[in-house]
């Protein structure tokens, strides 16, 4: 294994960062967060761990970090990933995503930061023609979302190229689920995940589920997408960070799935199946932004990376998140 260095979790209170956090820290990796609590929890941040509380766009906060935790490594899950918000907000997903991850990666290169693996999306493809879709798909994102995360892969790709900072840009599918032991999950207030969202309804927290279109070009009609268990996608981001630290010059871009597509319907009928509720469906319109189909192809994450998903199985998935639920109630108390 590659010599451990510190890593700065930024986003580490919020769901998918929060369950790198873990992974870091079952694997020994010595760690801080980073987090302004706007969608994250301090209960999140386990014992022990470092917390600085603010934004990852001030300077002078990030200099007192660095110096303080003797960080070389950032993995950066702060931002804004609503898609249906970036198409009514634009310029804050371009502040969130944009803006303030190239403060971020312009403190790095100050400080000397070696490695930064961010946190980017499958909407940097839009909606591809290519199923499933490998990283040399065209980049065309269809809604502000896609665009503020292809704009920071793009300031990632110039830096390493003029800089000692190499990187590696995760896209990421659909992620769901939570920690197998309890230790971490969504907690989002009126999140729009469809397996949160199922399982809250599945619970009597929602008045049922809103499917957003019935008109796809899809086989049941409804949106199809690739759900990646967040657990797996957390040690993929520790096989990156072992990758960059192992080849100083390189950096990567890798999808994030199973290469498995599960349409709305599905999803649904996986979480009355699991939960053994009935779940009310009520079809709505398609939402601006959403593509009909996004399923991944992951080949270069498993064969550069050797990464092997311990979690892909839809029921399983659901089940996660559904005892991630019940204990949530608990922690909230």
């Given at each position: 294994?590659?010599?451990?260095?510190?890593v700065?979790?930024?986003?580490?209170?919020?769901?998918?960062?929060?369950?790198?956090?873990?992974a870091?820290?079952?694997?020994?990796?010595?760690?801080?967060v980073?987090?302004?609590?706007?969608?994250?929890?301090?209960?999140?941040?386990?014992?022990?761990?470092?917390?600085?509380?603010?934004?990852?766009?001030?300077?002078?906060?990030?200099?007192?970090?660095?110096?303080?935790?003797?960080?070389?490594?950032?993995?950066?899950f702060?931002?804004?990933?609503?898609?249906?918000?970036?198409?009514?907000?634009?310029?804050?997903?371009?502040?969130?995503?944009?803006?303030?991850?190239?403060?971020?990666?312009?403190?790095a290169?100050?400080?000397?930061?070696?490695?930064?693996?961010?946190?980017s999306?499958?909407?940097?493809?839009?909606?591809?023609?290519?199923?499933?879709?490998?990283?040399?798909?065209?980049?065309?994102?269809?809604?502000?979302?896609?665009?503020?995360?292809?704009?920071?892969?793009?300031?990632?790709?110039?830096?390493?190229?003029?800089?000692?900072?190499?990187?590696?840009s995760l896209?990421y599918?659909?992620?769901?689920?939570?920690?197998?032991?309890?230790?971490?999950g969504?907690?989002?207030?009126?999140?729009?995940?469809?397996i949160?969202?199922?399982?809250?309804?599945?619970l009597?927290?929602?008045?049922?589920?809103?499917?957003?279109?019935?008109?796809?070009?899809?086989?049941?009609?409804?949106?199809?997408?690739?759900?990646?268990?967040?657990?797996?996608?957390a040690?993929?981001?520790?096989?990156?960070?072992?990758?960059l630290?192992?080849?100083?010059?390189?950096?990567?871009?890798m999808?994030?799935?199973?290469?498995?597509?599960?349409?709305?319907?599905?999803?649904?009928?996986?979480?009355?199946?699991?939960?053994?509720?009935?779940?009310?469906?009520?079809?709505e319109?398609?939402?601006?932004?959403?593509?009909?189909?996004?399923?991944?192809?992951?080949?270069?994450?498993?064969n550069?990376?050797?990464?092997?998903?311990?979690?892909?199985?839809?029921?399983?998935?659901?089940?996660?998140?559904?005892a991630?639920?019940?204990r949530?109630?608990?922690?909230?108390?």
């Amino acid at each position: 294994m590659s010599s451990k260095v510190s890593v700065l979790v930024t986003g580490g209170a919020g769901y998918i960062g929060s369950h790198a956090v873990l992974a870091l820290l079952d694997a020994g990796w010595p760690v801080a967060v980073l987090d302004d609590l706007s969608t994250g929890f301090e209960f999140a941040v386990p014992d022990g761990v470092p917390f600085y509380r603010g934004d990852i766009a001030d300077e002078a906060l990030l200099h007192h970090i660095f110096e303080e935790e003797g960080t070389r490594a950032i993995m950066h899950f702060a931002g804004s990933i609503i898609v249906p918000e970036s198409v009514e907000n634009p310029l804050k997903y371009y502040s969130n995503n944009t803006a303030k991850s190239r403060c971020l990666i312009e403190t790095a290169v100050k400080a000397g930061i070696s490695h930064f693996i961010f946190s980017s999306t499958a909407a940097t493809y839009g909606t591809p023609d290519i199923i499933p879709t490998p990283e040399n798909a065209p980049n065309q994102p269809i809604n502000p979302y896609g665009y503020s995360k292809l704009m920071t892969e793009q300031m990632l790709i110039d830096t390493s190229r003029a800089h000692s900072l190499n990187h590696c840009s995760l896209r990421y599918f659909n992620v769901a689920g939570a920690d197998p032991a309890g230790r971490s999950g969504q907690a989002t207030a009126a999140a729009t995940h469809l397996i949160k969202v199922g399982v809250e309804a599945a619970l009597g927290k929602r008045n049922g589920v809103a499917v957003f279109g019935t008109d796809y070009g899809t086989p049941d009609g409804t949106g199809v997408r690739d759900y990646i268990h967040v657990s797996d996608l957390a040690s993929a981001h520790l096989l990156s960070l072992e990758a960059l630290i192992a080849e100083p010059q390189h950096s990567m871009t890798m999808n994030c799935g199973y290469g498995q597509g599960y349409s709305v319907f599905e999803v649904l009928d996986a979480v009355e199946r699991v939960t053994g509720r009935k779940i009310e469906r009520r079809i709505e319109g398609r939402r601006e932004g959403d593509p009909a189909m996004l399923v991944s192809d992951p080949a270069r994450l498993r064969n550069k990376l050797r990464w092997c998903p311990q979690y892909a199985d839809l029921d399983l998935i659901v089940s996660h998140a559904f005892a991630w639920e019940q204990r949530l109630d608990i922690l909230r108390a």
